[in-house]
C-alpha cells in the first residue's frame, strides 16, 4: 500500500469514530499513542488485525515528542558492548529513511576528540568503524577521521586547546513528533482505528481475563467501553500505572529517568553541522542545528516526580549552557539566549546499582495472568522491531485460541505517509514541481516555505497547499499557510487544540516561537471556527496553550 491519506484521523468525526470504537469487537486494542504504540498499531493492521488505538493526551505528546530527535544508532552503547543493540537500531536507521526520507534525514555528526575525553583517536576510528560496520551504514556515509587542522575546519568554534583531532560520521536527524503522526496515519490507512484524548481509566474483565477497558473522550467527556480479544499496554513512562490498575505491577519495574534539551538562535550557536561532545562530568552531549535554532541536549537524571508534565529546571540549563560553553568558548551563551526547552522521560528498565546513563535502552515485554502485555524500554530508532517483537506475541496467542492465520511482519517495506519518493533526489525534484506549478507560483510562495512543509508532510505537502484558497486572503502568505496547515491536520492529523498544532504537529512551540505571535491569530480563528469553539471554549484553549508557551523558557 502506498502513501497517502487517511481520513480517519479527522477531528470532525471524533463522534463516529467514538461509536464505532464503543460497538464494535477489536482483536486488538493498543493503549498508548508515542512512537511505540503508533508502530504496533501499524504492524498488527497491517498483519491483517483489526485493531484499535487510544491515547490519553494527544498522539506523541511523552516521551515521543521530546528526544534528542535522532534516528541514531547510539554509538555510546558500543562503549557499553551492547554489540545488539547496535546492530539492530543502526540497521533501522536505513529502513526509516528508506521509508520516510522526508523526516529521517541523514546529516553530518562531527564527534571531536580531547585530551582526557572519554574516546582517544584509535579507539574512536576502531568505535566508529565498528559502528559502520555493524549498522550497514553505505560506502559513501562511513566514517572519515580527521585531523585536529582537518576538525578545525569543519567547525572553527571548537575549543583548541584541548583538541586532538576528529571523527566524523553520519546521523539522520528526525522530527520525533512528526514520525510518531506519519506511523499514525499509516496504521489509519491499513485500517486501524486511533483517537486521541481517549483515556482508559480502567480495565473490563470477564473470568479473570481482561476483555477491554473503560474509557473516558476528555474532549466530550463521552463515558465508552472497547472491547478487544487482547490489550497492549504501550503508554510509555505510564505503563507502570496501567500494570497497577491491572494488578499486575510485580518483579520488573520501570525507571524513569529525565532529559532535558534547550534551544538557542542560530546565530548565537553557529555550527557548521551537528556536534556530539564529551562533557565534563563523562557524559556527551549533542548540539545540533536546525533551521534558525540550534538545540542542545540531553541532561540524564533520575526522576521521581510528576509524571505527566516534567519541567525543565534553572540546574538543568546551567548544565546544559556551562557544557557548551567549554566546548566552544567564543560564544558565552547565557539564560537569556534560550529561546524554547522541552524535558521528557525515559521509561527504562530497571536495574539495581546502576545510574541513568548506565541503564541499557533495550526494550522488554511483561506478560500479565490477565492477558495485559505491556512493552517497555528501548529508543525511539528501535521502536520498528519493538512493535514486531510485540505484534509477534499476539499474533501467536490468536492463531493459538482462534485458528486464525495472520500473514508475517513486512513494515520494513511500508513506506509511511507523506514517503512515497522513488529516489534519493526525488525529494528535491518534487520540491521545484511545486514551485513553478501555476497555481502556487502565482501566490508568490517562496523556497523556503515550500522546503519547510515538504520536510514536514512530505508528498502530502500538495495536499496541504490545495487549502489555500479556503483560507483568508487578507492574511500574509504565512498566515494563510498556517491555516491550510491548520485545517490539514484537523481533517488528517486529529489535530483538536493550539498545542497540538504549534508544538506537536509542526514544532513552532520549540524551533520557530517567535514566529507564534504572527500566526496565533489565523491558526486559533480556523480551529475556533472547524471545531465550533464557543467564547468560553477559546479563551479556555488559548490559556492553556499560553501557560505552555511560557513554560518553554520558565526555568525553576
Not at 553541522?273 to 540531553?298: E, H, L, N
Request: charged share 25%; glycine share 8%; hydrophobic share 40%.
Amino acid at each position: 500500500m502506498k502513501s497517502g491519506i487517511s481520513k480517519s484521523l479527522n477531528s470532525l468525526q471524533r463522534k463516529s469514530l467514538l461509536a464505532r470504537m464503543g460497538s464494535e469487537p477489536y482483536d486488538l486494542l493498543v493503549i498508548g499513542g508515542g512512537i511505540t504504540g503508533a508502530g504496533v498499531a501499524l504492524d498488527a493492521a497491517s498483519r491483517g488485525l483489526k485493531v484499535a488505538l487510544i491515547e490519553k493526551r494527544d498522539f506523541g505528546s511523552g516521551t515521543s515528542s521530546k528526544s534528542t530527535k535522532l534516528i541514531h544508532g547510539g554509538l555510546r552503547y558500543l562503549k557499553q558492548l551492547e554489540i545488539a543493540l547496535v546492530r539492530e537500531v543502526g540497521r533501522e536507521r536505513t529502513i526509516l529513511h528508506r521509508n520516510a526520507p522526508h523526516i529521517v534525514i541523514p546529516e553530518n555528526m562531527l564527534l571531536p576528540i580531547v585530551a582526557n575525553g572519554s574516546l582517544g583517536k584509535r579507539s574512536t576510528s576502531i568505535g566508529l568503524y565498528a559502528y559502520d560496520m555493524l549498522a550497514g551504514v553505505r560506502r559513501k556515509e562511513r566514517r572519515v577521521m580527521l585531523s585536529l587542522q582537518e576538525t578545525l575546519q569543519y567547525e572553527p568554534l571548537l575549543r583548541k586547546e584541548i583538541l586532538l583531532g576528529g571523527g566524523l560520521y553520519k546521523e539522520y536527524r528526525t522530527d520525533d513528533a512528526r514520525l510518531t503522526i506519519e506511523v499514525m496515519k499509516t496504521a489509519a490507512q491499513y485500517g486501524a482505528d486511533a483517537m486521541n484524548y481517549v483515556a482508559a481509566n480502567n480495565f473490563i474483565y470477564e473470568n479473570n481475563v481482561a476483555i477491554g477497558v473503560e474509557a473516558t473522550d476528555s474532549i466530550s467527556g463521552q463515558q465508552l467501553q472497547i472491547g478487544a480479544k487482547k490489550i497492549v499496554n504501550a503508554a510509555g513512562p505510564w505503563v507502570d500505572e496501567l500494570r497497577a490498575k491491572d494488578n499486575s505491577l510485580k518483579g520488573k519495574k520501570l525507571h524513569l529517568t529525565k532529559g532535558v534539551h534547550i534551544v538557542v538562535p542560530f546565530q548565537r550557536l553557529p555550527l557548521q553541522q551537528a556536534v556530539y561532545f564529551d562533557v565534563a562530568d563523562k557524559r556527551m552531549v549533542f548540539a545540533i542545528p536546525r533551521g534558525k535554532s540550534t538545540y542542545i541536549g540531553t541532561t540524564d537524571t533520575n526522576y521521581k516526580g510528576e509524571i505527566d508534565h516534567p519541567t525543565t529546571t534553572r540546574a538543568d540549563v546551567d548544565y546544559l549552557l556551562k557544557a557548551t560553553n567549554y566546548m566552544f568558548p567564543s560564544i558565552h551563551l547565557s539564560i537569556e539566549d534560550v529561546t524554547s526547552s522541552w524535558a521528557g522521560l525515559r521509561p527504562l528498565i530497571h536495574e539495581e546499582g546502576k545510574g541513568p546513563s548506565e541503564l541499557s535502552r533495550k526494550d522488554e515485554i511483561f506478560y500479565s495472568p490477565s492477558g495485559v502485555i505491556s512493552i517497555a524500554g528501548g529508543k525511539l530508532t528501535g521502536f520498528r522491531k519493538m512493535a514486531e517483537r510485540t505484534v509477534d506475541v499476539v499474533v501467536k496467542q490468536l492463531e493459538e485460541e482462534q485458528n486464525r492465520k495472520f500473514r508475517e511482519c513486512f513494515t520494513d517495506n511500508i513506506v509511511l505517509s507523506g514517503g512515497g519518493f522513488d529516489y534519493d533526489d526525488a525529494i528535491h525534484s518534487y520540491i521545484n514541481r511545486i514551485k513553478i506549478q501555476q497555481q502556487f507560483a502565482a501566490l508568490g510562495i517562496s523556497t523556503e516555505q515550500v522546503i519547510d512543509l515538504v520536510y514536514k508532510y512530505g508528498t502530502n505537502t500538495t495536499s496541504v497547499l490545495d487549502l489555500l484558497p479556503q483560507t483568508n486572503t487578507q492574511d500574509s502568505l504565512d498566515m494563510r499557510i498556517a491555516a491550510a496547515e491548520v485545517m490539514y491536520g484537523i481533517e488528517h492529523e486529529m489535530v483538536t487544540n493550539l498545542s497540538d498544532f504549534f508544538t506537536r504537529r509542526t514544532g513552532m512551540l520549540y524551533f520557530e516561537r517567535n514566529n507564534i505571535e504572527q500566526l496565533f491569530p489565523a491558526v486559533e480563528e480556523k480551529l475556533a471556527l472547524m471545531l465550533g469553539w464557543t467564547e468560553a471554549q477559546r479563551d479556555e484553549q488559548e490559556q492553556v496553550f499560553r501557560l505552555e508557551y511560557l513554560q518553554a523558557v520558565s526555568f525553576e
